[in-house]
């Protein structure tokens, strides 16, 4: 790092004029700290320029805008601005493929003047295969795939349910077949990926079981049914049998109709209180997965539907997404039936699903609310804006720095070694991590709820970003930046812009950045190097927004 | 069994049953695996949105007297062998004692301790020894887990290790508001196993990275090598013009409470909480007793955190899991212990802070008490959780005790069977935590701070006799 010697201190009196120089520039602008407004204020203040949104008029697209849009007419809540097409590129990518567009991709997006371009890359997104790396990461957080304690997958077993779970996903498989296999399958935990489920459940015991299903499936929690329900429910699951094999770790998940009964358990009884046909020819999961599935039942589809929502606005209709219960009724009850229906309609295409929200204005409003009423949040008024997700963040840094990072596992098999270029959104197995993944908050996979992902923003977390020798040596030394370290600031900007942020610096920003009369020369680098750094550490880089 | 979940069944059976190479319960995993890169590994604690995490967070229970306010954990990663430290056996013969034949006496009569530890040897009087620890596992994580948290690892939940307990209990929650997070480890985390288990990342530990024994020690995050003050503050200032998202949206809650955590992270960065990581500012004497190894150093670093009301420290000392070369490396580990421990208990003494930090040594087992000579190990130790020792000073724990015993060859346990649970129920009682104390947890399950105890126990015991 330059600076470290006396030689460069000089450059560093140069750069220092450089950005001090700017105070009398900005002298006009609201004090830089951040939390000076007053706190009455939760409406956007004046800046003079704002890269976020734009002027433009609402339009509403179709019944996801009309449902949302009725709703905030009554309750007299101001819906925010439409979002810019800089912002809506970045969080589209973000949000469908856990993915920073590149400078080039967001240069050339930029520069489109057709009118249909935000759909057309819609389209893009959804086809491309990082769509499946990015929901595998979802769906392997609320299916547990984990190697080790307290789930205890091994790591060969995590790797095959994993890839069952990009498959299904990059095939678009519909989402009750999905459910179903998970639901019904037998076989080897290395070589049919979906019997894992089972396998990742702490205790296996019918009630263990049960109420992992009702919690993936049916978004309902254990408090939200009495001990008679439960009982019932885990009677579908008393015939699992888990029988070993003469091979290193594989298991075997099968129907085992000769399994003793529970105690405490069954007679099976689906949870709206009626009572199945069983049958001894049959495998009472199947009879429950029929029963879940069947066209009517509401459970499943308005469940998915509601948790396909809460991933993209970060919270659910009802919410949270997987607790539903009576005394949590969802806030816009019509919308999640459009999206029930349009999810049945669609056979369950989780696509189809992700398309109708982000084509919706009600998705490509800004994220600058327009009401200080809390229940502009609740009511989808505006963009919710959160921190990126631990492996979203580490991704996005190592693709702007060119680097990459070393994962481990507990559990040292050849399974767990993984190759450099890997990002982490693709990690087949929750065991293999990294102290980065863990400082900012990935679930532990424990329980499957929603919940266990913390995107809460700490002091460790910002000091890490900060000034950890980690990031400074990506930025000091990331292939990728290289290039952009060499040419002059000035010229840089744009570049550097476009590759951090996926937009062009605002005039205000040009201003701010405005090189001193005597920078230049070799204390180029330093100034280009502070900009990343600090632009890595704007909270517009550390959101989604 | 190498998965480290075990049902009660088998933890049964590994406890009664000789740990034979080859037995279900005997697994080597290499731990140490998981240090990779060792980075400002956990959360500093902020003070942020308290109000709204009371809900979430563990409910105390009645107030109890604090004997203690501090504890400093330092752990013998990969396990050290108890007859070689605090358990010797000088007549059980060569096939055991390997060339460490002899015992020292310590200032205390008849407390006796291995030869390597002479200058421990002349601070009996400020530690007991308890020589009847067992928890019958011989698998690094599962041992470490039980070791740490009290708890069997057969439970639905992962735990909380004592660390993180005591973080929620002592933290912030409980009116901590030093700038350095409450719980903090010198240098690298051992993984999940050591951490906060279902409390999650806020009670997580903030591992510090760096060698205490280089100056500076370059604390991952807070110090950075090469980088000015006035840069730093130049980048600060850069970085506050730049952040047109946050003056868009002054009020936001999140983008608020990105600006906090940011303030927080330059007060250690730039201010005068970062210096307690600066031992140079000691006297050279002092730390050349310490010893100038990254050990001795850390020992060092304990006590400034202490001193600055840091509850809960650990130090990770890695280095003791010998299957082969034992002796070889006993060699210099012993004395480099002797005089880091040693002189940590000395200086907390000499600054009236004894009485108020318990000084906990120990690892997550023994190791086998007959020197295995054959090959591979030509002279090495294996694991072994039927009998192994620790030591405890200090925060209440009376000196100059030994609890326990083993039998004539450290084979197994003797008398006065201590089991974790009974160690760690211990300490939360002298730190004043409530025996109705709860966790928070994620399903809303009812859960005791202090672990359960032995199988079939309610509660854990009291080390009654030096408490």
Not at chain 1, 38 to 61: F, G, I, K, L
Not at chain 1, 157 to 169: D, E, M, N
Not at chain 2, 105 to 124: C, D, F, H, W, Y
Not at chain 2, 393 to 410: I, K, L, N, T, W
């Amino acid at each position: 790092m330059p600076g470290a010697s006396s030689g460069h201190g000089r450059q560093w009196l140069h750069r220092i004029q450089w950005t001090i120089g700017l105070a009398g520039v900005v002298a006009g602008l609201p004090a830089p700290a951040a939390p000076a407004a007053p706190a009455a204020s939760s409406v956007a203040v004046a800046v003079a320029e704002n890269p976020y949104e734009t002027q433009q008029p609402r339009v509403a697209r179709g019944p996801i805008d009309q449902h949302v849009f009725s709703r905030l007419a009554a309750l007299q809540l101001t819906p925010a601005h439409p979002v810019s097409d800089a912002t809506f590129l970045r969080r589209v990518h973000l949000d469908l493929i856990g993915r920073l567009p590149s400078a080039a991709e967001a240069r050339r997006f930029l520069k489109d003047q057709s009118a249909d371009k935000r759909d057309v890359l819609i389209e893009q997104l959804l086809a491309r295969p990082e769509f499946a790396d990015y929901w595998s990461l979802k769906w392997s957080d609320l299916l547990r795939v984990k190697a080790e304690y307290p789930i205890n997958l091994w790591p060969n077993a995590a790797q095959a349910y994993h890839r069952w779970i990009y498959s299904s996903l990059l095939e678009d498989k519909p989402l009750d077949q999905f459910a179903r296999e998970l639901l019904i399958s037998s076989g080897s935990n290395v070589h049919c990926g979906p019997v894992n489920f089972y396998r990742a459940i702490p205790g296996r015991d019918p009630l263990s079981v049960a109420k992992s299903v009702a919690l993936t499936f049916m978004g309902t929690r254990p408090e939200a049914w009495s001990a008679d329900q439960w009982s019932g429910m885990a009677g579908f699951f008393a015939q699992i049998g888990y029988k070993s094999t003469g091979e290193w770790k594989e298991e075997i998940v099968l129907w085992d109709p000769a399994r003793p009964a529970t105690s405490g358990v069954g007679p099976a009884r689906f949870p709206d209180g009626t009572t199945p046909v069983l049958s001894p020819e049959r495998d009472p999961r199947v009879i429950f997965a029929d029963w879940l599935l069947a066209p009517g039942n509401p459970w499943f589809a308005r469940v998915l539907a509601n948790r396909v929502w809460s991933w993209i606005f970060s919270r659910g209709i009802v919410h949270q997404p997987d607790d539903f219960r009576d005394g949590n009724a969802p806030v816009n009850p019509a919308l999640l039936a459009y999206l029930e229906q349009e999810l049945v309609r669609s056979r369950y295409s989780l696509k189809h699903l992700f398309r109708l929200i982000v084509q919706s204005q009600t998705y490509q409003l800004s994220c600058v609310p327009r009401s200080s009423d809390p229940a502009a949040a609740s009511e989808f008024a505006h963009y919710a804006l959160r921190r990126l997700e631990a492996e979203v963040l580490i991704d996005a840094i190592n693709d702007i720095t060119g680097t990459s990072e070393s994962y481990s596992s507990a559990i040292p098999e050849p399974y767990t070694f993984v190759p450099a270029d890997v990002r982490a959104v693709a990690l087949p197995d929750g065991s293999i991590t990294s102290s980065f993944l863990e400082l900012f908050g990935r679930p532990p996979r424990d329980s499957g709820l929603e919940s266990e992902r913390s995107l809460r923003v700490t002091a460790g977390q910002r000091l890490h970003l900060l000034n950890s020798s980690h990031v400074r040596k990506k930025i000091e030394q990331g292939p990728a930046l290289a290039e952009l370290l060499r040419i002059p600031p000035d010229r840089a900007i744009d570049a550097i812009y476009l590759t951090v942020l996926s937009r062009f610096p605002t005039n205000e920003e040009r201003r701010t950045l405005r090189p001193g009369p005597k920078a230049g020369g070799t204390a180029t680098r330093a100034v280009a190097l502070d900009l990343i750094w600090a632009l890595l550490n704007s909270d517009e880089f550390l959101h989604r927004h | 069994m190498n998965a480290p979940s075990m049902s009660d069944d088998l933890w049964q059976a590994c406890a009664s049953s000789p740990a034979l190479p080859g037995s279900p319960c005997l697994t080597r995993r290499d731990l140490l695996r998981r240090g990779l890169v060792c980075t400002a590994g956990a959360l500093l604690a902020n003070n942020l949105s308290l109000r709204a995490l009371a809900a979430a967070a563990g409910t105390p229970g009645p107030a109890v007297t604090a004997r203690a306010k501090s504890v400093i954990q330092i752990w013998l990663w990969g396990g050290a062998c108890h007859l070689d430290t605090f358990d010797p056996k000088p007549g059980a013969g060569a096939e055991y004692t390997g060339p460490l034949s002899g015992a020292l006496e310590t200032t205390v009569s008849g407390m006796r301790i291995g030869e390597s530890l002479p200058l421990l040897a002349k601070q009996a009087r400020n530690y007991s020894l308890i020589r009847s620890l067992t928890h019958g596992n011989n698998g690094h994580e599962t041992a470490a887990y039980m070791v740490q948290t009290g708890r069997s690892a057969s439970d639905r939940s992962v735990f909380p290790s004592m660390g993180a307990v005591v973080s929620l209990f002592k933290g912030q929650d409980a009116g901590y508001t030093g700038l350095v997070p409450p719980y903090v480890v010198l240098t690298e985390l051992q993984g999940r196993f050591s951490e906060a288990g279902f409390l999650g990342a806020r009670y997580k530990p903030f591992a510090t990275g760096g060698d205490p024994a280089r100056d500076p020690f370059g604390v991952e995050g807070v110090v950075a090598a090469g980088l000015t003050e006035d840069r730093q503050r130049d980048r600060r200032e850069l970085l506050h013009r730049i952040n047109t998202l946050a003056r868009t949206m002054p009020a936001d809650p999140v983008l608020t409470a990105s600006a906090q955590a940011e303030s927080q992270a330059y007060d250690l960065i730039l201010g005068d909480a970062g210096k307690v990581f600066d031992a140079s500012q000691e006297p050279a004497a002092l730390r050349d007793r310490y010893g100038r190894t990254t050990f001795g150093q850390s020992c060092l670093m304990a006590r400034r955190l202490v001193e600055r009301g840091v509850p809960f420290i650990t130090i990770n000392y890695k280095g003791w899991d010998t299957h082969k070369r034992h002796f070889e490396v006993m060699r210099t580990k012993l004395p480099e212990l002797d005089r880091g421990l040693a002189t940590l208990l000395q200086d907390l003494s000499d600054r009236g802070l004894l009485d108020s930090t318990i000084v906990w040594c120990g690892g997550e087992f023994g190791r086998t008490p007959r020197v295995l000579w054959e090959a591979p190990w030509n002279g090495g130790r294996g694991h072994h959780g039927r009998v192994f020792s620790a030591l405890l000073a200090g925060g209440g724990f009376r000196g100059g005790q030994v609890v326990g015993a083993s039998d004539a060859h450290g084979e197994d346990v003797a008398e006065r069977p201590v089991h974790p649970s009974d160690l760690i129920g211990s300490v939360y009682s002298l730190l004043g935590i409530s025996e109705d104390a709860r966790l928070p947890h994620p399903e809303g399950l009812d859960l005791r701070a202090y672990p359960p105890g032995l199988p079939g126990k309610p509660s854990p015991g009291r080390l009654h006799e030096i408490m």
